[in-house]
């Protein structure tokens, strides 16, 4: 990440904060971090403990037996899965390149000082960060008008675009893309397109990874349209069907003494096997991150700043 | 690859003729290029937003005559619902349903608040501490784990959640081994505040402090320097020096939170509890309660005054607070 570098002088600069203090914070710091990095541990820890030792002893923090059981028969058996795999993959390549798209070329036209229509513009989506319709009529107006309920829309069009976004983007190219060379451009007679296209656009990729970065984790970690707008199993992407799981072992096993009789427990798919799939569902939108992140500090700090 | 590029001081090339071909070429693609987004906004923000009269009144969902305008049940049981007034509000402040609903609103305010001032400390005071560390590479590598949480869904967290507080998680056989009797964390309200605010901090703090950070790392190092010689120590150093190029930010972050505060992390507050009734009192918020309502079999009116209510109120809050920071510190405002 982009972190300062501290100019030293004979070894020490005389900013620096003391040794001694230094020391403690690194302890601190270190501390919070295994903290920071505790439930990554305790989910891992709790997918590859025996489904026995889990029944009998319970979750613990350094289990007595040790199994991959539930990852061999999740990538054997795991048809939900895969399914939810597909969805998600499906959804968060296409919401993605989609929003970036989209984002591009709105913030874009309005860097222009040409464009006779940037102050509407500029308001019309600025107000919809102020003032919506609600929860509600969001969701009649989805499965009543657009009808994108149970489809594979519903799980990225409504995140396809954020205004916040683009003012951010747009941001980002006043301050980073020179206006005279947008000008020399159209003064040799390229196209809006063109310029935007070859000029404006390699000039701002920290700006445009950004976008990607956070429009994928949304997409990738999408619950609340699945939960709105998808009612079939088929469609559901890795979230909410893990989700969905959780809920039912909660609610079965905590009531289990209440219901004797009606709940074979031996039934449920085993927890260590809900677990391996709450730590899959990690993995990939993790690993997008040291791809990004050489860019997206530059792009987030410097376009969210106030210009 | 890209450096901060000064100010144009280069002459700005002459203005082209209004409505020469080519100022209309230019906007046509202008125009052409914004048209996506602007449709997007128009189907998914614009057009959700004449339904709020469904706050109004009592609606039914009807089948539109062959002879009307718009064969679409929505549009047409919106029309010719008929008008109630206020009832739906009323409803809400009938005594048998007026503690539920102080009970919700207040769960809201008060998360926004204590999330907006604790997370505002926490993560300040990360982007200081990773500043003044020495060693580069452990301060980015302590930043890099801070950020990963804001990889991961609410969904995840709530599993982890599950296995550290269910009646025989991490928690419960720790206690046990110690020989303490379990803790149900499912059955009592008293952990939850506890759990969302962790939730929080933990998931944001690494996030928000990189602007902070960037900032930070900003500022002119004669005017520490200034203030060490004056023989200011570090936390006068950061009140005097790093605080004041911290507050515009600050202030501009805090409006828009402001403008937040009935709305809440519905993902958070929804999948954390995994559907328990017993804790409902702390883990409700207005989003939780318009999601439940609307998804019961009560008429989606009430839902639907609770959710205009948040909505102006939230803009009302924003144009107020904006206001204010305006009169006062005007290049600080948002808008």
């Not at chain 2, 990889?151 to 991490?170: K, T």
């Not at chain 2, 809050?317 to 006062?328: A, D, E, G, S, Y």
């Amino acid at each position: 990440m982009d972190t300062p570098m501290v100019n030293t002088k004979n070894g020490r600069d005389m900013l620096a904060i003391s040794r001694g203090t230094n020391t403690i914070l690194n302890i601190i710091m270190v501390i919070l971090c295994l903290l920071v990095l505790a439930p990554f541990y305790v989910i891992i820890i709790s997918s590859i403990t025996s489904e026995n030792s889990l029944t009998v002893n319970g979750y613990r923090l350094w289990p007595e037996e040790f199994s991959f059981n539930a990852y061999t028969y999740l990538f054997r058996e795991g048809s939900i899965i895969i399914t939810a795999y597909r969805n998600t993959i499906i959804s968060t390549v296409a919401g993605t390149v989609l929003s970036v798209i989209l984002i591009l070329l709105y913030a874009y036209p309005l860097t222009r000082s040409n464009f006779r229509f940037k102050g509407f513009f500029t308001f019309f989506a600025f107000f919809t960060m102020l003032f919506g319709g609600g929860l509600v009529s969001y969701y009649m107006v989805m499965r009543q008008i657009l009808q994108i309920q149970n489809t594979i829309w519903a799980l990225f069009l409504p995140s396809a675009f954020s205004p916040f976004w683009v003012f951010v983007l747009r941001t980002y190219i006043k301050t980073h893309v020179p206006e005279e060379l947008i000008e020399a451009a159209r003064m040799d007679g390229a196209s809006e397109w063109f310029t935007l296209i070859k000029i404006v656009m390699p000039l701002s990729v920290p700006g445009l990874a950004t976008v990607a970065l956070f429009s994928a984790i949304g997409i990738w970690n999408n619950f609340f349209n699945v939960l709105l707008l998808i009612d079939q199993v088929e469609l559901y992407n890795l979230q909410y069907t893990i989700y969905s799981t959780l809920n039912n072992i909660r609610f079965l096993l905590e009531n289990a003494f209440q219901m004797q009789g009606q709940v074979n427990l031996a039934e449920l798919p085993s927890q260590t096997f809900r677990m391996a799939m709450a730590v899959v569902t990690i993995g990939p939108i993790i690993l997008a991150y040291p791809f990004f992140q050489r860019y997206f500090v530059r792009g987030m700090t410097i376009g969210a700043i106030k210009g | 690859m890209t450096k901060d590029v000064p100010p144009s001081s280069v002459s700005v090339p002459p203005k082209k003729k209004r409505w020469s071909a080519d100022y209309i070429y230019c906007n046509l693609s202008y125009l052409t290029m914004v048209l996506p987004g602007a449709i997007w906004l128009f189907l998914f923000s614009y057009l959700p937003m004449p339904g709020i009269i469904i706050a109004f009144k009592t609606y039914r969902l009807q089948k539109p005559p062959a002879d009307f305008w718009i064969q679409n049940r929505f549009i047409y049981s919106l029309i010719e619902s008929p008008w109630v007034g206020l009832d739906n509000f009323r409803y809400l402040i009938l005594p048998t349903n007026l503690n539920n609903t102080i009970m919700f609103v207040r769960n809201t305010v008060l998360y926004n608040l204590l999330f907006m001032i604790v997370g505002l400390v926490c993560t300040v005071l990360l982007a200081v501490i990773i500043y003044e560390l020495t060693n580069r590479f452990w301060a980015k590598l302590y930043h890099s784990i801070f950020f990963l949480p804001f990889f991961i869904s609410w969904v995840v967290v709530a599993y982890v959640v599950y296995a550290l507080a269910n009646h025989a998680g991490i928690i419960n056989t720790t206690l046990a081994s110690l020989g303490s009797p379990p803790l149900e964390i499912y059955k009592e309200k008293i952990y939850w505040p506890f759990i969302f605010l962790i939730g929080n901090l933990w998931k944001y703090t690494g996030n928000g402090s990189i602007l902070y950070l960037a900032i930070i790392t900003g500022i002119d190092r004669q005017l520490y320097e200034a203030a060490a010689i004056d023989g200011a120590n570090k936390v006068q150093q950061f009140f005097h020096v790093t605080l004041p190029h911290l507050i515009p930010t600050i202030v501009l972050l805090q409006i828009l939170a402001v403008g937040r505060i009935f709305g809440s992390d519905f993902d958070m507050f929804y999948t954390l509890p995994a559907g328990s009734a017993l804790i409902r009192d702390v883990t409700t918020t207005i989003d939780i309660y318009v999601f439940n309502m609307l998804r019961s079999t009560s008429p989606i009116g009430y839902p639907a005054a609770v959710a205009l209510v948040q909505s102006v109120v939230g803009f009302l809050l924003i144009l107020i607070t904006n206001f204010i920071v305006r009169k006062t510190r005007p290049e600080m405002a948002l808008f």
